[in-house]
């Protein structure tokens, strides 16, 4: 039955053989799990975070388990694009799966000069994060005012010749406010949610367990803040959603495109097993399956609000 269900889906017109990807940060560049399994198996990969020139990211401890989910203060760690061009794409374009780099920069112009690189390299869709909450120039600073949000999605669109994702804040008190501002600069998809902002602290040292204070927390604990915002967001804009946040099953999958996402990623959950896309993949054909339905993408924007 499940094999009659057509898993093909569409994204800022990049097609992805299955709705599933997994999400930047959890995944580096796919070397270590493509041991475990073909990476061709995933719908596509988000890459880890992407800058202009390398970074060693925060100091330790930079990672903390909580109830439900893990706090992160990574700090963007990455060997820079033209190492990640050199050594990894070349790498990852042996496998078929749609290939998206994540970028991250100091000042808009910044992004522009990346997203010319990676264009012109080749990546087949560029998720332009203005919303890592864990470093001091870029990151939240832009994902939480519409005007600094369009302004770096105009300067990435320019220099794009690749469709441009922009990914969200949940951080805010309006994300439509900014995924409206997004779109109105041209962006062809949306990607959210990223971290929530967090902090955990050692009551017999009194110290903050993360060297940074605060990171941002991922995990199932924050998957209905994931639904309600895509829900929300999907009423506000136009452009197709990547939803994410919190997904280890096919059900949780299942939830982010009844609320509008045409694809979902998968992130901290394959920190607890690897396998976790491949089975949140056969879970969501199973469901739509069962639901009669001949096409996964027939899921999105399903629910039927009271
Ligand atoms: C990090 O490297 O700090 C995480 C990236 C992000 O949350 O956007």
New binding site residues.
Partial sequence: MTECVDLSVELAGVRLKNPVVVA??TFGFGREYGQLYALSELGGICC??LTLHPRE??PPP?IAETPMGIL??????NPGVDTFIARELPELRRHDLAVIA?I?GNTPEEYGVICGKLSEAGVDLIEV?I?????KAG?LAYGTKPELAAEVTEVAKRHASVPVMV?LSPNVTDITEIAKAVEGAGADALSLI??LRGMRIDVNTRRPILHMNT??LSGPAVLPVAVRMVWEVAGAVKIPILGMGGVAKGEDAAQLMLAGASAVAVGTACFDDPFVPLKVRDGLTEIAAAQGLARISDLTGGVKPW
């Fill in positions: 930047s940060g880890k975070g990211g925060n930079r992160n203060s990574v700090g963007l760690q994540n991250s994060n919303s890592c909450p864990n470093v990151g990914k990223n971290t990171g941002g």
